[in-house]
């Protein structure tokens, strides 16, 4: 049940971009995406329900697959504080919340 | 916006001993909280599902005597690490969600830091 996330790892210089991918074998309620650096709490940056769906916030935006298999995290032109663990939380009890997630990527930002 | 607070962020107790964590919806009435345990390094693992006025929800794997679950009130959901061990050190965290309506923010606790020495 666990969802997929590719890639484990991505190492940036400022500016440059990264795609972070989530996905799973059954169609998913909703996906929905955070962001945890080293030693406090997952911040919430955006959740998918419907599939086709687009959005995004500020410079970072996701899609999710329209058969909802699939979600994508995009980062744009990416800044130092953009670095820390992505993990995405697919809903496995339609609709109450239940998430679980990924094992995450890894994102590091460097000057 | 709505804050989902936990008590304590650190915490050292005994091994043998209980240690009881907090998560409390601060703006916000929450029938169903999520516990969650994170080992360094890893992903957030699912426990168990706490709901108000009945029992929670352990997921496989989880001992239910072990981690002792009771959503008193529709804000405050309490974990209880019964004789804890070395191995049960972790970051343990709580989410909750305002409303029920479909595209709903879930919040997260600040998370708790449990070392049992």
């Known amino acids: 049940q666990q969802p997929v996330q590719s890639p484990q790892a991505v190492i940036l210089r400022e500016g440059e971009d990264a795609v972070i991918n989530c996905s799973s074998s059954k169609a998913l309620y909703s996906v929905h995406w955070y962001r945890q650096k080293h030693g406090e709490a997952p911040v919430f940056l955006m959740i998918l329900l419907k599939g086709g769906e687009q959005k995004g916030h500020e410079k970072i935006s996701a899609s999710f697959n329209e058969k909802k298999q699939q979600s994508s995290l995009y980062l744009t032109a990416s800044q130092l504080s953009y670095s820390g663990t992505y993990f995405c939380g697919t809903d496995v009890s339609g609709g109450y919340n239940k998430l679980i997630f990924g094992a995450g990527t890894r994102l590091a930002v460097h000057p | 916006g709505a804050v989902v607070s936990q008590h304590p962020s650190w915490v050292i107790c005994k091994s043998g001993t209980s240690v009881k964590i907090e998560c409390r919806s601060l703006d916000f009435q929450a029938t169903t909280m999520f516990w969650y345990r994170q080992f360094p390094k890893q992903s957030l693992m699912l426990m168990a599902t706490?709901?108000?006025?009945?029992?929670?929800?352990?997921e496989q794997g989880v001992e239910k005597d072990k981690f002792l679950i009771n959503h008193a009130s529709l804000t405050l959901s309490t974990l209880t690490v019964t004789s804890a061990h070395p191995e049960d050190s972790s970051f343990y965290i709580c989410?909750?969600?305002?409303?029920?309506?479909?595209?709903?923010?879930?919040?997260f606790g600040e998370g708790s830091w449990l070392t049992v020495v």
């Open positions: 989410s909750a969600r305002p409303g029920l309506a479909d595209g709903n923010t879930i919040y």
């Open positions: 706490s709901n108000e006025g009945s029992k929670a929800t352990y």
